[in-house]
Antibody
């Protein structure tokens, strides 16, 4: 059974930092791109960042570029999102999601999602 | 950036009725569109990808159509568990992925 479990969310002050993790199981982790999508309270979905299966390629939304860093450790089946210089508008539930395809670098369709971890940026 | 506009914002129907949800792209996206269902407090669930392909395990009640700029998600006969929020998502100009704002399907 495919599982994605996020952790690391919490309350942080504006300008602060946080590292989210996403632990994966039930599939060959290194074969798939993985993505973070966030959802502000009561709002819609926003793509944040994607990393290829081998970790050689990463892509970021303009809203987080230069502040967030996405990485993965395939030996631990874990994804990491390092978030720096956090702003109030980064407040959201952060979901990690598995790419649907293992052939291409990333297909950007997401067939399995974690339950999310809440990040609150407030003083 | 490709904008996706979903309509209606809210759709009120009864179980057994047919639901038709729309997603319009600001530029042509070929067939690079997915649909997701999200229930309160849950993660989104992939229903349809490449405009018309059902994801694994998705009921045949759900079907997708369209290409270019206009897309439709149809639920043939609503079951109680289908009442949720539905999002469309494009991957045409990856990596700049965008989602629509969502359509809330509620029980009438």
């Amino acid at each position: 059974e495919v599982q994605l479990v996020e952790s690391g969310g919490g309350l942080v002050q504006p300008g602060g930092s946080l590292r989210l993790s996403c632990a994966a199981s039930g599939f060959t982790f290194s074969n798939y791109a993985v993505t973070w999508v966030r959802q502000a309270p009561g709002k819609g979905l926003e793509w944040v960042s994607t990393i290829s299966g081998d970790g050689s390629s990463t892509w970021y939304a303009d809203t987080v570029k230069g502040r967030f860093t996405l990485s993965r450790d395939n030996s631990k089946n874990t994804l990491y999102l390092e978030m720096n210089r956090l702003r109030a508008e980064d407040t959201a539930v952060y979901f990690c999601a598995k790419d649907i395809d293992y052939v291409s670098t990333a297909l950007f369709y997401f067939d399995y999602w974690g339950q999310g971890t809440l990040v609150t940026v407030s003083s | 950036e490709i904008l996706l506009t979903q309509s209606p914002a809210t759709l009120s129907l009864s179980p057994g009725e047919r639901a038709t949800l729309s997603c319009r792209a600001s530029h042509s996206i070929s067939n690079y569109l997915a649909w997701y269902q999200q229930k309160p407090g849950q993660a989104p669930r992939l229903l349809i990808y490449d405009a018309s392909n059902r994801a694994t395990g998705i009921s045949a009640r759900f079907s997708g159509s369209g290409s270019g700029t206009d897309f439709t998600l149809t639920i043939s006969s609503l079951e109680p568990e289908d009442f949720a929020v539905y999002y469309c998502q494009q991957r045409s100009n990856w990596p700049q992925i965008t989602f629509g704002q969502g359509t809330r399907l509620e029980i009438k």
